[in-house]
């Protein structure tokens, strides 16, 4: 059985996303991510990021490396790099959720 690993990092957005770019944005992500046996979730505030990714050692190293060299994101900070025994999102190849000052508000259909 593959090892699994789990990787949590913060970033900010070069400019406050619109609903078709972090619409664009979760395509891209959960595409790349099917491929590579990754799954996670992603918090988006105020044009910040936090983001948890979960699989196999090599696909988690090809997502890392994209989102590092995407020209949306600033200010990489990885918060967390470690293996664990079992995925917490299974079914989510990206959940996401937008969180502003008055709550979760997430543009239907794009957050899971």
Do not use: C
């Given at each position: 059985?593959?090892?699994?690993?789990?990787?949590?990092?913060?970033?900010?957005?070069?400019?406050s996303?619109?609903?078709?770019?972090l619409s664009?944005?979760?395509?891209?992500?959960?595409?790349?991510?099917?491929?590579?046996g990754v799954?996670?979730?992603?918090?988006?505030?105020h044009?910040?990021?936090?983001?948890?990714?979960?699989?196999?050692?090599?696909?988690?190293?090809?997502?890392?490396?994209?989102?590092?060299a995407?020209?949306?994101?600033?200010?990489i900070?990885?918060?967390?790099?470690?293996?664990?025994?079992?995925?917490?999102?299974?079914?989510?190849?990206?959940a996401?959720?937008?969180?502003?000052?008055?709550?979760?508000?997430?543009?239907?259909?794009?957050?899971?």
């Amino acid at each position: 059985m593959t090892q699994l690993h789990a990787l949590v990092y913060v970033s900010t957005a070069t400019h406050s996303l619109s609903e078709d770019e972090l619409s664009h944005l979760l395509d891209r992500a959960r595409t790349r991510n099917s491929q590579e046996g990754v799954t996670g979730v992603l918090l988006y505030s105020h044009r910040n990021f936090i983001q948890y990714l979960e699989g196999p050692a090599a696909g988690l190293e090809k997502v890392y490396a994209v989102i590092k060299a995407d020209p949306q994101h600033q200010g990489i900070i990885e918060l967390m790099r470690e293996p664990i025994e079992s995925r917490e999102f299974l079914d989510w190849s990206m959940a996401f959720r937008n969180i502003s000052a008055f709550g979760l508000a997430s543009p239907p259909g794009i957050y899971t």
